[in-house]
């Protein structure tokens, strides 16, 4: 159960009405870390290293200086267990620094002096950078702070992928011995189901992936803050990807983004103050959050249709938008097979209930007349879960380079993670 508190901060509700913020608050400040694929358990490479990194080049683009930072929120957990390394120096020594960096670990190291405003994203709550984002633009319009400066990483360290909880065990315990053992609730197997079933629905194949995935991978090499950009390979093709091995069938391996380690940093700030900045101010027009539970140990397609109706309400209602408006679109696709739901619920294009694949066999590049995830999204850049937000800001200030869409770029729409919690925000060139 989520407190009246949290639904307020996060706009979890239908029925708000127009954000009371739109147009008050921008982003006007975005800085990447380095990528890898994985810690190379160097000091200078570790997640608190590669945070003060993208800090600085978040500061630097928004051109203003540590003392004019006075609010921090950091999403501190990097999906790996809390592991110390007391062989390493200062401040590199503990787990706040290496396998998570909380806000404070970054205003002590930073020398971030006049902060008065602190959050630390929960995971309870999602805690990933779309959440941390949303409050921070939650908290400069209520006056919290006037500069936030926002932070997020992702971890991956050598071994098992995401080494904490049931993942770290041997053995399968609970009610999981039922379950694990058959692979059900392993990575990205729910989702496959759900793949079932809507291609039971509405007569398709997931065969018909293939062009949007090879789009996303074609976007994200093009995205210089992403793994593919940095660590080139040979350009996936739909070959390639129908050839892939599955995962959980009729998921592929080439439908699940690469776990990556590195992340970004925003600036967020005032309306007012943003007018004096290095960069053309994006504006916050909305934010929202979709926060359900399945009825069983997995979602079904009518639940998770549901949800997208619940979500588009919320984004649209508050932004005073509709979906002709949307210019730039950017939706979570970190399973591949997620992308459909958001893309028809939110009827980008005219695309409606069934019709995703028929949409992703059409021209979808950032080129041609549906530029569909022009970020490339975690499957194209890794899973840092920032390129999605960083592209939708780009884009407005027109500077995507080779991603730039050749269509109009005044709004977009960006979010993730799940179809049951996941957090959505839109973005404006201009504040009305």
């Given at each position: 159960?989520?407190?009246?508190?949290?639904?307020?901060?996060?706009?979890?509700d239908?029925?708000l009405?127009?954000?009371?913020?739109?147009?008050?608050?921008?982003?006007?400040?975005?800085?990447?870390t380095?990528?890898?694929?994985?810690?190379?358990?160097?000091?200078?490479?570790?997640?608190?290293?590669?945070?003060?990194?993208?800090?600085?080049?978040?500061?630097?683009?928004?051109?203003?200086?540590?003392?004019?930072?006075?609010?921090?929120?950091?999403c501190?957990?990097?999906?790996?267990?809390?592991?110390?390394?007391?062989?390493?120096?200062?401040?590199?020594?503990?787990?706040?620094?290496?396998?998570?960096?909380?806000?404070?670990?970054?205003?002590?190291?930073?020398?971030?002096?006049?902060?008065?405003?602190?959050?630390n994203?929960?995971?309870?709550?999602?805690?990933?950078?779309?959440?941390?984002?949303?409050?921070?633009?939650?908290?400069v319009?209520?006056?919290?702070?006037?500069?936030?400066?926002?932070?997020?990483?992702?971890?991956?360290?050598?071994?098992?992928?995401?080494?904490?909880?049931?993942?770290?065990?041997?053995?399968?315990?609970?009610?999981?011995?039922?379950?694990?053992?058959?692979?059900?609730?392993?990575?990205?197997?729910p989702y496959?189901?759900?793949?079932?079933?809507?291609?039971?629905?509405?007569?398709?194949?997931?065969?018909?992936?293939?062009p949007?995935?090879?789009?996303?991978?074609?976007?994200?090499?093009?995205?210089?803050?992403?793994?593919y950009?940095?660590?080139?390979e040979?350009?996936?093709?739909?070959?390639?990807?129908?050839?892939?091995?599955?995962?959980?069938?009729?998921?592929?391996?080439?439908?699940?983004?690469?776990?990556?380690?590195?992340?970004?940093?925003y600036?967020?700030t005032?309306?007012?103050?943003?007018?004096?900045?290095?960069?053309?101010?994006?504006?916050?027009?909305?934010?929202?959050?979709?926060?359900?539970?399945?009825?069983?140990?997995?979602?079904?397609?009518?639940?998770?249709?549901?949800?997208?109706?619940?979500?588009?309400?919320?984004?649209?209602?508050?932004?005073?938008?509709?979906?002709r408006?949307?210019d730039?679109?950017?939706?979570?696709?970190?399973?591949?097979?997620?992308?459909?739901?958001?893309?028809?619920?939110?009827?980008w294009?005219?695309?409606?209930?069934?019709?995703?694949?028929?949409?992703?066999?059409?021209?979808?590049s950032?080129?041609?007349?549906?530029?569909?995830?022009?970020?490339?999204?975690?499957?194209?850049?890794?899973?840092?879960?920032?390129?999605?937000?960083?592209?939708?800001?780009?884009?407005?200030?027109?500077?995507?380079?080779?991603?730039?869409?050749?269509?109009?770029?005044?709004?977009?729409?960006?979010?993730e993670?799940?179809?049951?919690?996941?957090?959505?925000?839109?973005?404006?060139?201009?504040?009305?």
């Amino acid at each position: 159960m989520v407190s009246p508190y949290y639904r307020s901060i996060y706009r979890m509700d239908e029925g708000l009405g127009v954000w009371e913020h739109r147009g008050k608050v921008a982003v006007v400040g975005v800085g990447h870390t380095p990528i890898d694929r994985r810690w190379d358990e160097r000091p200078e490479t570790s997640l608190g290293a590669y945070s003060m990194i993208a800090a600085q080049k978040a500061m630097d683009d928004a051109g203003i200086s540590l003392d004019d930072i006075d609010g921090v929120v950091s999403c501190p957990r990097a999906n790996i267990p809390e592991w110390s390394r007391p062989e390493l120096p200062p401040p590199y020594n503990t787990a706040d620094g290496v396998s998570k960096v909380t806000a404070e670990w970054l205003i002590t190291n930073m020398g971030l002096n006049n902060v008065k405003f602190i959050d630390n994203t929960p995971d309870s709550l999602g805690g990933n950078i779309s959440w941390a984002l949303n409050f921070a633009a939650q908290a400069v319009g209520d006056g919290k702070a006037e500069v936030v400066l926002v932070r997020y990483t992702m971890g991956n360290f050598s071994g098992r992928y995401s080494q904490a909880g049931s993942n770290s065990e041997e053995e399968a315990s609970g009610g999981g011995q039922w379950t694990g053992p058959w692979g059900w609730g392993a990575a990205g197997t729910p989702y496959a189901y759900l793949m079932g079933e809507y291609c039971r629905k509405y007569g398709s194949n997931p065969d018909r992936m293939a062009p949007f995935v090879v789009n996303a991978r074609r976007n994200g090499r093009m995205f210089p803050d992403g793994y593919y950009y940095q660590h080139p390979e040979e350009a996936l093709t739909v070959e390639d990807y129908l050839a892939s091995r599955w995962i959980a069938k009729p998921l592929r391996i080439h439908d699940c983004d690469r776990p990556v380690q590195g992340g970004a940093c925003y600036i967020v700030t005032t309306a007012e103050r943003a007018k004096d900045m290095k960069q053309p101010p994006v504006y916050f027009l909305n934010h929202c959050v979709n926060k359900f539970d399945s009825r069983s140990s997995v979602e079904t397609l009518d639940e998770v249709e549901g949800w997208m109706d619940s979500l588009q309400k919320k984004i649209y209602e508050g932004s005073g938008l509709t979906p002709r408006d949307i210019d730039v679109y950017n939706p979570y696709d970190g399973f591949t097979h997620f992308t459909q739901y958001y893309l028809e619920a939110m009827q980008w294009h005219g695309v409606k209930r069934g019709e995703a694949h028929d949409f992703y066999a059409g021209d979808i590049s950032v080129e041609g007349p549906h530029p569909l995830l022009p970020s490339g999204g975690n499957n194209g850049t890794g899973r840092t879960r920032c390129a999605i937000y960083t592209d939708c800001i780009q884009q407005l200030r027109g500077q995507a380079g080779e991603r730039q869409i050749r269509l109009k770029a005044e709004t977009a729409l960006g979010g993730e993670t799940t179809p049951g919690s996941s957090a959505w925000t839109v973005f404006g060139k201009n504040p009305d």
